[in-house]
Structure formats: structure tokens, C-alpha cells
């Protein structure tokens, strides 16, 4: 199973790293994991047109998750010869924003079903609201959906896809917490969006310091990695982003903490894993 970080930024907007989204390949299986801002640029970087997803999975409604969300669906509904419904999972809620997208594209759906004599209907969207515990299939792999603790934003949710080859943990934006940890036990890999707590609390805006509430930092995701048995922690979702030079003091902090491999770069950083 390949894990391709496609945006590793977070919402402080930054020049080289897009917003959240990942990308999950297994066998002929294609997943979007959210869709952050500038996705499709790094989907396409990716060698993955949007009208080859399977399915794009959304782990919560923050804007920083769901930016791009409409391009994806324009994007893949004007590229597709033929009707190709997309699947969305997400969590409650996620029809309600999907519903707001559409209206959002209204005039722009109008435009080019008058525009295409071929195209003789809008967009085809699916969407699919999932609970801790939901099971769904898509192509080759299964996915079992678990709560995670990203308060007061919820509900949130991670996601355990099981493929031929590999189990992986999709944990989105949270702190630890035992459902997070039984999502993740026995996984062969586990990608976790993190903060540095000892970077962001020297910046004195209250506004920053509240993010500090809700997501994991780099020791806890390693903390959770360590705890399930996970084979290789996946960091993404930098606060603040990583410099130039300082992916090392980043990956020696969850070092002291997790004996496992430890991925962390940038933007198309991709790795394979395997059964452990
Ligand atoms: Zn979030
Ligand atoms: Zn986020």
C-alpha cells in the first residue's frame, strides 16, 4: 500500500505545502484522504487524475480538510467522458456540506450543461455519512471507520483500510484516545497530522494557542504508534511547518518515543508499506 502525502501544511497558508490530503493507493484502489487546499495540483503531481479515484474519504468538516472539495467534483465531472459518480465518506455533517458545494457550483453546473451539448447532467456525488464501527468497501480494500477526539470539532473520525498488502490508519487531526489507539492496533502504518507544542507556544496569539486543545503533538502521535505496535508513524499536517533543515529535530522527537520507521517530508513525500 503506498501512502503519498500530497498536502503536509495546515491552515497558516505556506508557499510549498498544500493543505491536508493523502493520497492511498492499493493495487488498482485509488483513495482521496480529505482535500485540502491545492489537492488537485498534487493529486496530478501524483500521476492521479480525480476521475480515478475510488472514493475520497473526508475525517473532519474543518474548512482546512474540506477547501478543495469542490474542485475535486467539478474537476472530475468536466474530465470524465461518461458519468462517474463520486463516492464521498465522511462524517455527519458531510451531506449537509456536500449539499452547500453543489449549490455553490450552481451557476457553474448551469453554465456548462448549456455550454456541452454532451453533458447532460451535473455532477454525480454520493455521499455516504459514517459512524464509529461502519464498515465500507471500496475497489480492492475494506475500510473500518473509528471516532478520534479532535473537540469541540465532531464529530471526527479516522480510518483503518485494510488492503491486500498492508493495513493502514488514516488518524486525521486529534489528540490520542483509546478509540484512536484501537483503530490503530496491530496496523502496519499510521498517519497522524501533528503539531510542535514547544514551537507554537512561543508565539504569543491566543488564537494559535488554542490549537494546542485538539491536535496531537509529535511525541503523542509517536506515543499512540508505540502503544498500537504500528510498524511506521506517517507525520503530515506540520504546525507550524517544518524549515529547511529541521526534518531531523522533527523525527528525533518521536524517536525517543516510537522504535519504528518514521515518515515526515514534504508534499509527494510517498512510501510503500508492507505487512509487517
Ligand atoms: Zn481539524
Ligand atoms: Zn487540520
Known sequence: MEITLLGTGS???DPNRAGA????????TLLLVDAGRGVIQRLVAAGVFPGMLGAVLITHLHSDHITDLNDVITT????SPQPNPLTIYGPVGMAKVVDGIMMMLGSDINYRLDHHGDLNEGPA?????????DVFTVGEVSVRVGATDHRPCGPTVGFRIE???ATVVMGGDGIPCDTLDELCAGAD????????????????MPRLQD???YHSTVEQAAQTAARAGVGTLVLTHYVPGIGPGQEDDWRALAAAHFSGEIILGDDLTSVNITNS
Request: negative net charge; without cysteine.
Open 21 to 28: 490530503a493523502t493520497l492511498v493507493r492499493s493495487g488498482d
Open 11 to 13: 491552515p497558516i497558508p
Open 189 to 204: 502504518g499510521y498517519v497522524q497530522t501533528v503539531l510542535r507544542d514547544d514551537l507554537v507556544k512561543l508565539i504569543p
Open 125 to 133: 456525488v454520493v455521499v455516504v455519512e459514517v459512524s464509529p464501527s
Open 163 to 165: 488492503g491486500a498488502d
Open 76 to 79: 472530475r465531472w468536466i474530465m
Open 211 to 213: 490549537i494546542l486543545d
